[in-house]
T-cell receptor, first 115, second 112 residues
């Protein structure tokens, strides 16, 4: 079956522009996560969605970052007024909620470069 | 102190040897532990997960968990050059957010 799908795979933009990153989770997965990975680093949690519950936004680094999930499926991560330090790979993951120990499955990520 | 700690490596082993990757975590209430493999430029791929103390084996991979020592490890038997990658340890706590806390990864190099 289809895995987690992210688009675009690469995004190059100028400092100060807004960007939107998209994630389409595995069908039937109710939990969706966004992470950020800077070069040579581990993954940094950004935000978590579970069904219709309020999202856990505790990892968002600043108010320039926001995310939404429409209809409990597709999610978009928006970064406003991008800065060079926003350059990273943005990874989306999803998991089934039936068991809280369900592992997360990752998409291929969006490589974001801010010039 | 980082929540999840891994030696960055690189850990270099000859082909056919056992590679031992280690991870320690600070939250004593952590419940679930995951190992991901990440090839350069690719996304993390789940290798194994473990919830209970002891060993869990899957093919050439064995995960070992010791909650009292707050230590989890991954053993790779008969290492192959294709195993060369960064291995990420991830821990899930008792809180309700379900988020994973990742270590920064250990780079493994298997020499032919």
């Amino acid at each position: 079956g289809a895995g987690v799908s992210q688009s675009p795979s690469n995004k190059v933009t100028e400092k100060g522009k807004d960007v939107e990153l998209r994630c389409d989770p595995i069908s039937g997965h109710t939990a969706l996560y966004w992470y950020r990975q800077s070069l040579g680093q581990g993954l940094e949690f950004l935000i978590y969605f579970q069904g219709n519950s309020a999202p856990d936004k505790s990892g968002l680094p600043s108010d320039r970052f926001s995310a939404e999930r429409t209809g409990g499926s597709v999610s978009t991560l928006t970064i406003q007024r991008t800065q060079q330090e926003d350059s990273a790979v943005y990874l989306c993951a999803s998991s089934a909620r039936r068991d809280r120990n369900q592992p997360q499955h990752f998409g291929d990520g969006t490589r974001l470069s801010i010039l | 102190q980082k929540e999840v700690e891994q030696n960055s490596g690189p850990l270099s082993v000859p082909e056919g040897a056992i590679a031992s990757l280690n991870c320690t975590y600070s939250d004593r209430g952590s419940q679930s532990f995951f190992w991901y493999r990440q090839y350069s430029g690719k996304s993390p791929e789940l290798i194994m997960f473990i919830y209970s103390n002891g060993d869990k084996e899957d093919g050439r991979f064995t995960a070992q968990l010791n909650k009292a020592s707050q230590y989890v490890s991954l053993l790779i038997r008969d290492s192959q050059p294709s195993d060369s990658a960064t291995y990420l340890c991830a821990v899930k706590g008792m809180d309700s957010s379900y988020k994973l806390i990742f270590g920064s990864g250990t780079r493994l190099l298997v020499r032919p």
